[in-house]
């Protein structure tokens, strides 16, 4: 049985940082392409950053580009993201995400999900 495990969000100030923690297990992970996905009240979800299996590339949205960085530790079967320079628009909750496919953008392509953690930008 594959879980995805979020942790780490939280309430922050406007121009504050945050680092998500995602850990997996029932899968080999190193196998899968990981991602990061959010969803505000009222929207769709949307992209924000993904990584290879080797942890080699990486692709963010445009949005998040220059302020987020994702990593991974294969050795614990585990994936990141460091979100700095948070705006009140940063305010969803946030989703990791497996896929056996690196930069795709699409939700339908992704395998397996995490039950999100909520991440709230204060100004």
């Known amino acids: 049985q594959v879980q995805l495990v979020e942790s780490g969000g939280g309430l922050v100030q406007d121009g504050g940082s945050l680092r998500l923690s995602c850990a997996a297990s029932?899968?080999?992970?190193?196998?899968?392409?990981m991602a990061w996905f959010r969803q505000a009240p009222g929207k769709e979800r949307e992209f924000v950053a993904a990584?290879?299996?080797?942890?080699?590339?990486?692709y963010y949205a445009d949005s998040v580009k220059g302020r987020f960085t994702i990593s991974r530790a294969n050795a614990k079967n585990t994936v990141y993201l460091q979100m700095s320079s948070l705006k009140p628009e940063d305010t969803a909750v946030y989703y990791c995400?497996?896929?056996?496919?690196?930069?795709?953008?699409?939700?339908?392509?992704?395998?397996?999900w995490g039950q999100g953690t909520q991440v709230t930008v204060s100004s």
């Open positions: 995400a497996a896929a056996t496919t690196f930069r795709t953008v699409r939700p339908g392509n992704y395998k397996y």
């Open positions: 029932g899968l080999t992970f190193s196998s899968y392409a």
């Open positions: 990584i290879n299996g080797r942890g080699d590339l990486t």
